[in-house]
Each structure stands twice: as structure tokens, then as C-alpha cells.
């Protein structure tokens, strides 16, 4: 099992930057891809950005030259730097993480969301 537990969302103005921290605890060593995902209201939640466990990196286009993604093995956490904040980036921010186990396969595994609201 892999518990994760977001944090750092907040309301913020146009042009402005949040991080957003993901700590992941339980059986933190099988954990291959994580990610963020977002969901604003009335639309389906879609990919921000992943990572995997050597530090390869996807981005969608909507966020590429703006947010960074970066992981911490050490501390078992992942973050998400966002800059130059726009309205449309408002939405419930999901941290994500993949599990590989010998005996169940691919496990996923979702966090409980943080808001970040940008405001014109």
C-alpha cells in the first residue's frame, strides 16, 4: 500500500508561482511514475506531469515552459513548480504514483487533492 498526502495548494494572482509537494508513505521503494494530474470544475482530470524514478519527464502542452516537475527518492516526495500562473490553471491539483508488486502487478494509487485557484 502507498499512502500520499498532498500540499501547498493556494489562492494565487495572475503571473504569480505555488509548489505543490506530494509525500508518498507505506511501501515507498516499489513506487516506479509519479505524477500530478488536475481537475477544474465541470472537466474530466487530465495529465499536468510525470516523472519516473530516474527522472525522465512529460509534460502537457498547456504547461510546458511553465511548471517543473521534480522528484526526491530520498524523501519520498514529488513537487510540482508552477510559474506564471494563469486563470485556466485553477483546479483540484492530484498527486499520482504507480506501484510495481511481484504478486498484484501494477498497483495506482491517488492522493486526496489541493486547490489552487489563480485569480485574473
Known amino acids: 500500500q502507498v499512502q500520499l498526502v498532498e500540499s501547498g495548494g493556494d489562492l494565487v494572482q495572475a503571473g504569480g508561482s505555488l509548489r505543490l509537494s506530494c509525500a508518498a508513505s507505506?511501501?515507498?521503494?516499489?513506487?516506479?511514475?509519479m505524477g500530478w494530474y488536475r481537475q477544474a470544475p465541470g472537466k474530466q482530470r487530465e495529465l499536468v506531469a510525470v516523472?519516473?524514478?530516474?527522472?525522465?519527464?512529460n509534460y502537457a502542452d498547456s504547461v510546458k515552459g511553465r511548471f517543473t516537475i521534480s522528484r526526491d527518492n530520498a524523501k519520498n516526495t514529488v513537487y510540482l513548480q508552477m510559474n506564471s500562473l494563469k486563470p485556466e490553471d485553477t483546479a483540484v491539483y492530484y498527486c499520482?504514483?504507480?506501484?510495481?508488486?511481484?504478486?498484484?502487478?501494477?498497483?495506482?494509487?491517488w492522493g486526496q487533492g489541493t486547490q489552487v485557484t489563480v485569480s485574473s
Open positions: 499520482n504514483a504507480d506501484q510495481l508488486t511481484a504478486v498484484r502487478g501494477l498497483l495506482n494509487y
Open positions: 507505506g511501501s515507498v521503494s516499489s513506487i516506479s511514475r
Open positions: 516523472i519516473s524514478r530516474i527522472g525522465s519527464t
